[in-house]
């Protein structure tokens, strides 16, 4: 078993869906972890400590919040933002660029000095299958999600030599409120299984393990990787 003691871990967005999964694990294999988020849902384990803020507007709270060594930070803040190509605007691209890229940019800039601290820490960042598989209507946030898996590649050999660590984890459709409009009836739930070779879509635990084994030192010589955990879509072909 995986012991996250003595680990500070930072997960922004940790208030619902794949975060909130992530956060109620570490939480009870003894990390110390901190969320960033604009609400708290009633299921929050107690002792985790939370700040209020929305990503895009005002961080300047952020650099108190934070304990002086962070181990671990993740970002699961993102949006699943579908339309016909000839429907999307500049503005649906900026959005999507902010909320994914700039978001990440901001958080990591912030913690920079802690996980510098840590002698040792880790970064996962969330792209998406639509980032190397082709999906029709995708084309902003396939657009975004590129530009994490290339962030993190440029991050992981800038910050290498002071071994923080960054990697991505890459979802196909996983069952939380940003995917609720994709899985709200029977019939939509069914087709959605049946495109993944392994038959389902994906529960937010499919993807918080892998984060969680990337924060975890089992993963201490992985860098600069992106982890597809999606049933075997972006790499499989069953028929
Ligand atoms: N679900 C999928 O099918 C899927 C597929 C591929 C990739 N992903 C990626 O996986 C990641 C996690 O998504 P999820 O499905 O777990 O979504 P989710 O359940 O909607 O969770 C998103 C989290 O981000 C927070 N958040 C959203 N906007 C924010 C803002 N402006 N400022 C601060 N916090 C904000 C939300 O908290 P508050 O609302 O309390 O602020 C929540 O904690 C995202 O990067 C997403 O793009 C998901």
Redesign the pocket.
């Known amino acids: 078993m995986i012991n996250y003691q003595e680990k500070n871990i930072l ?11 992530l956060v109620k694990f570490l939480n009870e294999n003894n990390a110390r972890v901190y ?7 009633d299921d929050f384990p107690a002792g985790v400590k939370h700040l ?6 005002d961080l300047d709270a952020v650099v108190a919040f934070l304990p002086e060594h962070l181990h671990g930070l993740v ?6 933002n579908l339309k016909p190509f000839n429907r999307l605007t500049a503005n649906d691209f900026l959005n999507d660029y902010q ?2 890229v700039l ?1 990440a940019v901001r958080m990591i800039q912030l913690s920079l000095k802690q996980l510098k601290n840590a002698g040792g820490a880790s970064v996962v ?6 980032a190397r598989t082709g999906l029709p209507f995708h084309a902003s ?1 396939s657009a975004a ?1 590129s530009a ?1 898996e290339g962030l993190a590649l440029s991050l992981a050999a800038e910050l290498a030599a002071q071994q923080i660590r960054v990697n991505v ?11 609720q409009n ?2 709200n009836s029977p019939e939509k739930r069914e087709a959605s299984a049946k495109r993944h070779p392994l038959a389902r ?2 529960q ?1 635990e499919d ?1 918080s393990q892998a984060i969680a084994f990337l924060l975890s030192d089992c993963s201490s010589w992985i860098t600069g990787q992106v982890i597809r955990v999606d049933g075997g879509l972006s790499n499989l072909k069953t028929s």
């Open positions: 997960v922004v967005g940790g208030s619902s869906g794949i975060g909130l999964s969320v960033i988020s604009r609400t708290i849902p209020q803020a929305d990503i895009t507007g970002y699961s803040v993102g949006s699943i909320l994914n978001g960042l969330i792209s998406s299958v639509a946030i999600k994490i984890v890459a979802p196909s459709l996983t069952d939380t409120t940003l995917a994709l899985l879509y994906g937010p993807v």
